[in-house]
């Protein structure tokens, strides 16, 4: 199983990024897709998550109605659109599969990706 996350960069506080995660090597559409982050200093924390048939999403507080994910199951692919940017939103972003479901638990989920670094400037 492998998943590749990528489109992180530095962007300028109120601007937008979309990051990707091509996953293979794995029946896509078992699993349900979730996003966390890491901050310098900090513990990786949730963002988002999807289910299987991408009809039910979940988000943190800190970025819901700014952040969207999505899916596209014939390219098995993940997607976080991340829209009004903070500075507070610097971080590695992850990209992590789950066959319990959608879930907000980091020990739920059973393959991550390596990561991609978002930096936000003021």
């Known amino acids: 199983v492998q998943l590749q996350a990528f489109g992180g960069g530095l962007v300028q506080a109120g601007g937008s990024l979309r990051l990707s995660c091509a996953a293979s090597g794995l029946t896509f559409s078992s699993y349900a897709m979730g996003w966390f982050r890491q901050a310098p200093g900090k513990e990786r924390e949730f963002v988002g998550a999807?289910?299987?048939?991408?009809?039910?999403?979940t988000y943190a507080d800190a970025v819901k109605g700014r952040f969207t994910v999505s899916i596209d199951n014939a390219k098995n692919t993940v997607y976080l659109q991340a829209n009004s940017l903070k500075p507070e939103d610097t971080a590695v972003y992850y990209c992590?599969?789950?066959?319990?479901?959608?879930?907000?638990?980091?020990?739920?989920?059973?393959?991550w990706g390596q990561g991609t670094q978002v930096t936000v400037s003021s």
């Open positions: 992590a599969v789950s066959r319990a479901g959608i879930q907000r638990t980091e020990r739920m989920y059973n393959y």
């Open positions: 999807i289910s299987r048939s991408g009809g039910y999403t």
